[in-house]
Nanobody, 128 residues
Framework: QVQLVESGGGSVQAGGSLRLSCAASGYTYARYCMAWFRQAPGKEREGVAAIYTGGDSTYYADSVKGRFTISQDNAKNTFYLQMNSLKPEDTAMYYC?????????????????????WGQGTQVTVSS
């Protein structure tokens, strides 16, 4: 069973950068859709970015395109979310999620119900 542990959250000023990490363990197969979600107080959990471990396909929410980059280090079983040009509206708890899959479907990757494995979350706070 896959286990996920996030790290790298913190507090930054607007315009700053953070890199989140998601350490994954317990892999049985090499094909997973991995994603980052975030949830602000009083709001629904939203998909931010996704990557397919079997290739280099990446997916982004419109709100973060051009500012966030998802990547993977297969040797370390670790996934990253590089966040640049941060805005106060990026403030949220960020979660790493995984699903054994042949792809990250364009119609599903941003929906939390698609994923069955979640990390505990890491807080990101951006001040203006």
């Amino acid at each position: 069973q896959v286990q996920l542990v996030e790290s790298g959250g913190g507090s930054v000023q607007a315009g700053g950068s953070l890199r989140l990490s998601c350490a994954a363990s317990g892999y049985t197969y090499a094909r997973y859709c991995m994603a980052w979600f975030r949830q602000a107080p009083g709001k629904e959990r939203e998909g931010v970015a996704a990557i397919y471990t079997g290739g280099d396909s990446t997916y982004y929410a419109d709100s973060v395109k051009g500012r966030f980059t998802i990547s993977q280090d297969n040797a370390k079983n670790t996934f990253y979310l590089q966040m640049n040009s941060l805005k106060p509206e990026d403030t949220a708890m960020y979660y790493c999620a995984a699903r054994l899959s042949w792809a990250c479907p364009g119609s599903s990757w941003f929906q939390s119900v698609f994923f069955g494995t979640w990390g505990q979350g890491t807080q990101v706070t951006v001040s203006s």
